[in-house]
């Protein structure tokens, strides 16, 4: 099992920044992909970044391409997402997620463990 807490999210005014970040524990040797997805009410889970934790390549959304920064540090088992130039159509709530995958991903059936979200209001 792997165990993913999320923290930092929070109000924001548009074009302001907020960063995100996600510990994880337990067995997450059996994963090699870590990600962040979005749900605002009403809509479906959408993948917003992933990171290949072998190699730290990225894949983003085209929704935050150049706002959003998925990162890493292995030695603590923590993933960040930094986020600038926020909207309000970033307002949601936002999880972190693990999983076992051949290449990236952002579908949620692909993501085996979820945290509980952290929730981000951007205002105009």
């Known amino acids: 099992q792997v165990q993913l807490v999320e923290s930092g999210g929070g109000s924001v005014q548009a074009g302001g920044s907020l960063r995100l970040s996600c510990a994880a524990s337990?067995?997450?040797?059996?994963?090699?992909?870590m990600a962040w997805f979005r749900q605002a009410p009403g809509k479906e889970r959408e993948g917003v970044a992933t990171i290949y934790t072998a190699s730290g390549g990225t894949a983003y959304a085209d929704s935050v391409k150049g706002r959003f920064t998925i990162s890493q540090d292995s030695a603590k088992n923590m993933v960040y997402l930094q986020m600038n130039s926020l909207k309000p159509e970033d307002t949601a709530m936002y999880y972190c997620?693990?999983?076992?995958?051949?290449?990236?991903?952002?579908?949620?059936?692909?993501?085996?463990?979820w945290g509980q979200g952290t929730q981000v209001t951007v205002s105009s």
């Open positions: 997620a693990a999983g076992s995958a051949r290449w990236y991903t952002l579908l949620a059936r692909e993501y085996g463990y």
């Open positions: 337990g067995y997450t040797y059996s994963t090699n992909f």
